[in-house]
């Protein structure tokens, strides 16, 4: 008898069970995909926010700026990241229109490995621009130890590690080498990838954690990767000289946002950021949506999660290596969100 | 109705004529076996169609400029694969001679009565275990096991050989050598798998007739067993060869991704499916064009080495009989 309660019991809740993927079939699901840089902060925010809003659902694939973009444009998803915004002449060929909201921020770092594990490498400007132009080769070149005296620096041949797959990373850090030495804007210039030289001491891994492993079993070795990575895999980086002549190091980047003023369209490059305590290579990541959308379920999905991201998802920036928003650029994020109809 | 089969059956025969189920699901196996055997010439020829379709506006850019190019910069618009070509090749033939002569010896070992069959089973589980090990378990095995183990001989190598060409770099962490040690053991399952199976298939009666006429162990095995075995040796080293042109993840992980043409095994290099892999993802449209070019040239490779192992083998095989 009690078994069959039991089993009554079961059957009950079995047939609640059932019942509730017909409640959850009213769930508004939100499509992305692009930037891989941002995909570990954002793949945290959409948990929780399915967890706290039971309404909706945002899936988001990680697959590179460039391929987000793409699928934007085909209309194959309901908006894009992307580490390197979004070109003029793609944005022209939306109809709907299209509204860029920078959502977070990142820094990208140089991570090195020296035999004794030095730590608190200091790299001038001219001297880290000119490692990855392949002119400096040696860890034990005068200009690294002025700026390095405490440090004993080995007679060991740089190798220097690059992103060998098409990356916005890439893009943001020569776009910052382009800013600061003509002759690199002038011979590799910038953009997703670019042609590095040709020698036995440059080599290139895919992704970040393939960089970083890389970096970590070379001796000599350094390589630029996102500082949420390297604080992540625990790698020494670089302190850099920043356009001040101060040497700074990542992990401080809201002052560095603040100082520079978001134009209409919610694009600013840092290329170069002013004022002393600045890191010098730091970056904004945007999500893309249109302007215009035909589903009212949506575009009210769209507007929950970006006021989640500016709101709690801030919050947890700093702890995963990205630079939460300061109160003007939110304001202003919130203010632009107000396009999407 | 026409009845062919009860006509010349004997009344008390046990022999049935073939029920009509028999002949439908004949008729239906036949079809579906063709209709099988047309799906894979279709799929065969469509997936050239499509990505030569798609590389056609590359080829009418760039032309052979393109095969005998040696920058890649999708900045400036050029695109040259000479560099990637040399690599895939320089690091599939060094993964064959080093994959090729372990899986063989390994073939050897265990079908020629070196070891108890139960033990030798044990062995053959093992290595085909191999096989099943991920792509990118093996790269990463490269970059924190083999590239840490080989660096100090690489360096002892530079220093003191660095005369011959091919130790004439120091090895930078990634490079073809690491690629290559790795990718042998990728393709030595499938060698020695193959190669096992062609020594199996010598008959008994050979070897028993060499070791009657007064043959050694060790004459058995390379003046009878291994010649007669040739065809199907020689059939497991082609296919591994092309299990080598086309690994893709664990070469992008080993190799180093650089663009350069050098004899050193200590250099980094570049392959054509590491370079397909690490630049589809975020290609423009003019990128794509380039990079299609550039999968049917691997294409073309690959279809060339596996004629001109099917020809050889064939030729072998007539001067076998």
Known sequence: MNSLMKFAAFAAGVTLCAANPALAQEKVRLTGSGASFPAPIYLTWFKDLSKKNATMTVDYQSKGSGAGVQDFLNKTVDFAASDSAMKKEDIAKVAEGVQLLPMTAGEIVLAYNLPGNPKGLKLPRDVYSNIFLGKITKWNDPKIVAANPEIKLPDLPITVVRRADSSGTTAVFTMHLSAINPEFKKTLGEGNTVNWPATDKFVASPKNDGVTATVRQTPGAIGYIEYGFAKLAKVDFAQLQNKAGQYAAPGNGAATLAAVKLPEDMVAWLPDPDGAKSYPITSYTWMIFRKTNNDPAKVKAMHEMIEYGLTEGQKIADSMGYIPLPAVVVEQVRKAAANIK | ?321
């Open chain 2, 1 to 321: 109705m026409n009845k062919p089969f009860t006509v010349a059956l004997a009344p008390d025969s046990v022999c049935q004529p073939p029920s009509r189920t028999d002949i439908y699901v004949d008729r239906s196996f036949r079809f579906l076996a063709r209709v099988g055997a047309i799906a894979i010439l279709t799929l065969v020829v469509a997936l050239v169609l499509e990505i030569g379709g798609k590389a056609v506006p590359g080829i009418q850019k760039y032309g052979f400029d393109f095969i005998s190019g040696v920058v890649w910069d999708a900045n400036t618009h050029r695109f040259g694969i000479l560099p990637a070509i040399w690599g895939t090749l320089y690091s599939a033939l060094m993964a064959l001679l080093i994959g090729g002569f372990f899986g063989v010896s390994m073939a050897i070992f265990l079908t020629q009565d070196f070891l108890p069959p139960r033990l030798s089973a044990v062995f053959r589980i093992i290595i085909e275990l191999l096989a099943a090990i991920p792509s990118v378990v093996y790269g990463l095995w490269g970059i924190f096991v083999v590239i840490p183990a080989i660096l100090p001989l690489a360096d002892w190598l530079n220093a003191t050989l660095g005369a011959i060409p091919f130790f004439a770099s120091t090895l930078s962490g990634p490079g073809l050598l690491p690629a290559a040690l790795v990718l042998a053991i990728m393709i030595l399952p499938t060698i020695a798998a193959v190669a096992q199976d062609a020594l199996r298939a010598v008959p008994l009666k050979t070897k028993q007739a060499a070791y009657g006429m007064g043959a050694t162990h060790w004459e058995a095995i390379l003046r009878v067993m291994v010649p007669s075995a040739a065809t199907g040796i020689f059939g497991a080293l082609v296919l591994g060869l092309g299990r080598a042109l086309g690994e893709t993840m664990a070469l992008a992980m080993l190799v180093g991704n650089s663009n350069q043409i050098s004899l050193s095994l200590f250099s980094p290099a570049n392959t054509l499916a590491a370079l397909l892999a690490l630049n589809f993802p975020e290609a423009g449209p003019n990128e794509v064009e380039v990079l299609m070019y550039a999968a049917l040239v691997l294409m073309a490779i690959t279809l060339v080495v596996n004629i001109a192992g099917s020809l050889l083998m064939s030729y072998a095989q007539r001067g076998n009989k």
